[in-house]
C-alpha cells in the first residue's frame, strides 16, 4: 500500500547557509531534535517576535501543535502558523498546510487548494509533497498523469522516501508511466527493501524466492522476510511460517513456523494449511509457540507508533 508522507522527516534535516554550506546553529530547532519542546515553542516565539518574517520559526510552532509536542495538540493554531509561514515563501509549511488542507478531521478541509499547495511545493522540490502528489496523479487512471507520477517519484526517491522506491517499482511491474520490466521493479524494490521500507522488503524478498527479475536466491529471501516480519508485517510474517515449515531459505523449524503463524493471525491473516500444522504439534510444542508468538506481539505493540 502507498501511503501518505508527513512533514516530520524534513523538519529535522540541519539548516544549512546558502554561501558556506556549513550548519547554523539554531536553538529552536536544536530543542525541537532532542525532545525539548516547550523549549523549542520559547525560542521559535523569542525569533517571531525579532522578526515577523521568521517562517522556519512559524512552521516549528505549527508542527509543534499539529503533533501537540510539549502543548497540548490544536490543529486549528497549527494549521494559522503553516498559514503564516507558507505565506512567507516556507516551502516546509506550504507542504504541511497541503497536508492538513486534505486532513478529513480538519474543519478547513479544501482539497482544490491543497492540490495547488501540493504542486507548488513539488515543483519546489519537495520530495514528500513530490511523493503525495504522485499518488494524487495516479488516482486519476490517465497515462498522461502516471508518466508525470514518475517524474515526482523519481524526486522523492532521491531523497530516500523509501514509499516512493517501492511505488517505482509498483510501476515497472505494471508498465505504468514506464516499460514494463521485472528487472527495473526488482532494482526499486531492492531499493525499498534497502530503505526500510517493509512492503519493499517483502515484494523483493517475493521476487528473490520465485528468482523473478532478479538471480533467485531463498536465503536471501528467508533474511528479508525476517525483517518484515519483524516490523509488524502480516504478509512477511505468513510467509516466513510457510518457508520455515518447508525449510525453504532457513532450516525448517515447525515451532518457529506455528509462533509466526499465530502472529500474522492475530493481526487477521488466516491460514488453514498452517493451523494444521499448529494442530499436529503435542501440547508441549504448542504451548512453546504460543509464548514465542505472544512475546513478539507484546513487542509489537510496544514499539510500534
Not at 200 to 214: C, D, P, R, S, W
Request: proline letters at 4%.
Amino acid at each position: 500500500m502507498m501511503r501518505v508522507a508527513r512533514l516530520a522527516p524534513l523538519l529535522l534535516l540541519p539548516l544549512m547557509t546558502p554561501a558556506a554550506a556549513a550548519p547554523v546553529v539554531d536553538i529552536a530547532y536544536g530543542a525541537y531534535q532532542t525532545g525539548h519542546y516547550r523549549r523549542a515553542q520559547a525560542e521559535a516565539l523569542k525569533r517571531i517576535e525579532a522578526n515577523n518574517n521568521d517562517a522556519a520559526a512559524m512552521t516549528l510552532l505549527g508542527e509543534l501543535y499539529r503533533q501537540g509536542f510539549g502543548i497540548p495538540a490544536d490543529q486549528k493554531v497549527a494549521t494559522e502558523w503553516y498559514e503564516q509561514a507558507a505565506a512567507r515563501g516556507d516551502i516546509n509549511a506550504t507542504f504541511a498546510l497541503a497536508m492538513q488542507l486534505l486532513d478529513e478531521k480538519s474543519s478547513r478541509r479544501d482539497p482544490a487548494r491543497a492540490g495547488v499547495l501540493l504542486e507548488k511545493a513539488a515543483a519546489a522540490g519537495h520530495p514528500q509533497a513530490s511523493y503525495n502528489l504522485a499518488l494524487a496523479l495516479l488516482a486519476t487512471g490517465r497515462p498522461e498523469d502516471d508518466k508525470r507520477a514518475v517524474s515526482y517519484l523519481d524526486i522523492a526517491a532521491k531523497a530516500m522516501i523509501g514509499e516512493a522506491m517501492y511505488a517505482l517499482g509498483t510501476l515497472a511491474r505494471q508498465g505504468r508511466g514506464m516499460q514494463e520490466s521485472e528487472e527495473a521493479a526488482a532494482g526499486w524494490m531492492k531499493r525499498a527493501a534497502e530503505a526500510g521500507n517493509a512492503a519493499g522488503q517483502v515484494e523483493y524478498a517475493i521476487m528473490l524466492f520465485n528468482g523473478t527479475g532478479v538471480a533467485k536466491d531463498e536465503a536471501a529471501a528467508g533474511k528479508l522476510f525476517l525483517r518484515a516480519a519483524g516490523q509488524g508485517n502480516a504478509i512477511a510474517q505468513n510467509r516466513l511460517a510457510k518457508l520455515y515449515q518447508f525449510g525453504l531459505g532457513l532450516p525448517p523449524d515447525r515451532i518457529e513456523a506455528a509462533a509466526w503463524h499465530l502472529v500474522a493471525r492475530a493481526q487477521g491473516l488466516e491460514d488453514a494449511s498452517l493451523d494444521g500444522l499448529f494442530d499436529r504439534l503435542n501440547p508441549e510444542q504448542q504451548a512453546r509457540a504460543g509464548r514465542i508468538a505472544a512475546s513478539r506481539i507484546s513487542t509489537a505493540v510496544l514499539t510500534s507508533p
